[in-house]
């Protein structure tokens, strides 16, 4: 599987962006997909989970702004992104994996997949 991640860009705090990411070679409607972000200097961090369920997870720095969706038919997952932040600035990937374990789905090893990053940086 193939994954393509897009749509950051450059923007003010408490604007909103949409990230997306394709999936190619293969299908999400099988995996669980994450989105994950890493600033400079510092690790790859967990922000959200959808399981195949349709059941999301989210990290508490972006609880309540982020929204993780997904449409199987067209083999997409998006991230919107609300009440952005300068602390948000970051690369963001997506990763997909087709046997996450709930309770390591926070960790970026448990991905098998990974897209190659869109970078997104918001402005105070």
């Known amino acids: 599987v193939q994954l393509q991640a897009s749509g950051g860009g450059l923007v003010q705090a408490g604007d909103s962006l949409r990230l997306s990411c394709a999936a190619s070679?293969?299908?999400?409607?099988?995996?669980?997909v994450g989105w994950f972000r890493q600033a400079p200097g510092k690790e790859r961090v967990f922000v959200a989970t959808?399981?195949?369920?349709?059941?999301?997870y989210y990290s508490d720095s972006v609880k309540g702004r982020f929204t993780i969706s997904r449409d199987d038919a067209k083999n997409m997952v998006y991230l919107q992104m609300d009440s952005l932040k300068p602390e948000d600035t970051a690369l963001y990937y997506c990763?997909?994996?087709?046997?996450?374990?709930?309770?390591?789905?926070?960790?970026?090893?448990?991905?098998?997949?990974w897209g190659q990053g869109t970078q997104v940086t918001v402005s105070s």
């Open positions: 990763a997909s994996d087709s046997n996450l374990i709930f309770s390591t789905q926070h960790r970026a090893s448990s991905y098998d997949y």
């Open positions: 959808i399981w195949r369920s349709g059941t999301t």
């Open positions: 070679g293969g299908t999400f409607s099988t995996v669980a």
